[in-house]
């Protein structure tokens, strides 16, 4: 599979999946017009690369500063992914990070955590 890279725009976060390497990066804001459009194939270039994977290591790192709540259940739908891979013997760490001081972004993050079984999830302040 294709390594994929966006660069941010004013309303899109930086992308960086490195399929190769299993190493992964959401960066920026996001609240894109059409989420499922951004979003979308996005999600299934991972499913379908998850799903081929077994016994591998899976570093997934999200900081956001700002997102929608249309992206806030891609983000859920990517947890999932992300946990169902666990789930499969993979070793899955995610890491959340979160601007100094920004409890909005960190509690998100919490939440959305919630409900992950077998993969890692660790919160990261980063100084702004």
């Given at each position: 599979?294709?390594?994929?890279?966006i660069?941010?725009?004013?309303?899109?976060?930086?992308i960086?999946?490195?399929?190769?390497?299993?190493?992964?990066?959401?960066?920026g804001?996001?609240?894109?017009?059409?989420v499922?459009?951004?979003?979308?194939?996005?999600m299934?270039?991972?499913?379908e690369?998850?799903?081929?994977?077994?016994?591998?290591?899976?570093?997934?790192?999200?900081?956001?500063?700002?997102?929608n709540?249309?992206?806030?259940?891609m983000?859920?739908?990517?947890?999932?992914?992300?946990?169902?891979?666990?789930?499969?013997g993979n070793?899955?760490?995610?890491?959340?990070?979160?601007?100094?001081?920004?409890?909005?972004?960190k509690?998100?993050?919490?939440?959305?955590a919630?409900?992950?079984?077998d993969?890692?999830?660790c919160l990261?302040?980063?100084?702004?």
């Amino acid at each position: 599979m294709d390594n994929i890279s966006i660069a941010k725009t004013g309303r899109t976060p930086e992308i960086s999946f490195d399929f190769s390497t299993n190493v992964y990066l959401i960066k920026g804001e996001a609240y894109p017009e059409d989420v499922t459009s951004f979003f979308g194939h996005l999600m299934d270039s991972l499913a379908e690369h998850f799903n081929t994977l077994s016994k591998s290591a899976i570093s997934f790192r999200i900081e956001l500063i700002y997102f929608n709540s249309s992206s806030a259940k891609m983000l859920l739908r990517l947890l999932t992914l992300l946990d169902d891979a666990a789930g499969r013997g993979n070793r899955v760490d995610i890491v959340w990070a979160y601007e100094e001081g920004d409890d909005n972004i960190k509690e998100l993050g919490e939440e959305l955590a919630e409900d992950l079984r077998d993969a890692k999830f660790c919160l990261e302040e980063v100084p702004i």
